[in-house]
């Protein structure tokens, strides 16, 4: 069995939170390598989208272990060191704690990591987000486990008749449902079309009782109980041979569709499918950014990666994300551009209740300084 592991965390942005500096992803280039020899990691890459640095590693120890996860937290500690040294924006911003404890739940950076038993082609899609939030992969998620319209395979392979078994977490009651699809599609839409709420944590084949999907649900201003940036989120995606090919695994990202993030997280944008090379959000810290890298692991190594949104198939939707983005962004501070009250995740509507609270007054009662009573 063989582990793919992203693990990735902002621990500072160049300029502002628009990118990583090269110095970073030249460090954490370093310590891949030196996990690779030593024998802890089979194989690494580092990759980036806007200021969130992810690393993608093979190794044989499975999720949630303490060897990974410390290796990734010794690493961010380490672009931590250079972010500060080069007085870059954030640094060590998504690093909520001093010290590391047996893995990284709770500690800021985000992760997908999944487990398998190499087949003998592993193509593998990892996703890579920038200002959203983990909800962000429920829609294409269903786009390509749940749709016939999207997905022609679950129509034309029969080793998808049967259908996927979606995990979908409750992220404020921390509780996790099983769904079995297609039979209750319709009850988990109800759910993951909260996505702010209820996020897929992964993806099931029922014929093939693989793990297809698995993706990155901590909520950092959950975990800090206070804004401490968005947790731009990261997806594994295996594909085909039963499984959602490639390009069906793409397919959905030919719509941008909205996400919660942007501009202070605190905005409804479009989503914008981009080449490597340009997911570097500057406009209203926006729009959010999807990059997706492509690898064949093989013997564990990953081979790639291919930058599958570098194609001028993708040229439409990014052309609609800033069309939709001008529609947005016109409305200005308010709904449905600005997130509802309950989702803002800045504390400002605490502090302007806490002030104004005594000049709050029943309707009923006279405005002490209003001309025009009607009583
Ligand atoms: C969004 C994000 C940015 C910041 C914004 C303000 O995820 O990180 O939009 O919220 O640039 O940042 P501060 O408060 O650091 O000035
Ligand atoms: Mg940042
Ligand atoms: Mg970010």
């Not at 999944?114 to 429920?138: H, Q, Y």
């Amino acid at each position: 069995m063989i582990t793919l592991s992203i693990i990735k965390a902002d621990t500072g942005g160049f300029v502002g939170h628009t990118a990583v500096h090269p110095d970073m992803m030249s460090e954490a280039g370093r310590e891949i390598a030196r996990a690779v020899e030593s024998g802890l990691l089979i194989d690494g890459h580092v990759a980036s989208c806007g200021d969130d640095l992810s690393l993608i590693m093979t190794h044989t120890y499975g999720p949630d272990t303490d060897l990974i996860h410390s290796f990734a937290w010794d690493t961010f500690q380490a672009t931590t060191r250079i972010a500060k040294q080069l007085g870059l924006y954030g640094a060590g911003q998504d690093l909520l704690s001093d010290a590391f404890s047996g893995n990284l739940r709770g500690m800021g950076p985000g992760y997908a990591e999944l487990e398998f038993e190499e087949r003998p082609s592993e193509p593998v899609i990892c996703f890579l987000a920038d200002k959203t939030e983990p909800g962000a992969w429920n829609l294409p998620l269903y786009k390509m486990f749940a749709d016939p319209f999207n997905t022609a395979g679950l129509v034309i392979d029969t080793k998808m008749h049967a259908g996927f078994t979606f995990e979908v977490y409750d992220l404020y009651d921390e509780k996790r449902i099983l769904f079995d699809c297609p039979a209750e599609l319709y009850e988990m839409l109800m759910y993951i079309g909260a996505p702010a709420r209820y996020v897929i944590h992964s993806v099931r084949s029922k014929t093939l009782g693989e793990t297809a999907a698995a993706t990155s649900t901590q909520r950092l201003s959950l975990i800090a109980g206070k804004y401490v940036g968005k947790d731009d989120p990261v997806m594994i995606v295996r594909c085909q041979s039963g499984l959602p090919a490639v390009g069906e695994v793409l397919e959905p990202f030919t719509f941008a569709y909205g996400v919660a993030g942007c501009m202070r997280g605190s905005h409804h944008t479009p989503i914008m499918p981009v080449s490597a090379g340009h997911a570097h959000p500057s406009r209203f810290d926006g729009p959010p950014r999807v990059v997706a890298l492509g690898f064949q692991i093989h013997d564990g190594k990953l081979i790639g990666p291919r930058d599958l949104f570098a194609d001028p198939a993708f040229d439409r939707a990014r052309q609609q994300a800033n069309e939709a983005m001008d529609y947005f962004r016109r409305h200005g501070p308010f709904e449905p551009h600005r997130l509802p009250l309950e989702d803002l995740e800045y504390t400002t509507m605490t502090v302007l209740t806490k002030r104004l609270a005594s000049r709050w007054t029943p309707m009923t009662t006279e405005l002490a300084t209003a001309g025009t009573s009607r009583r």
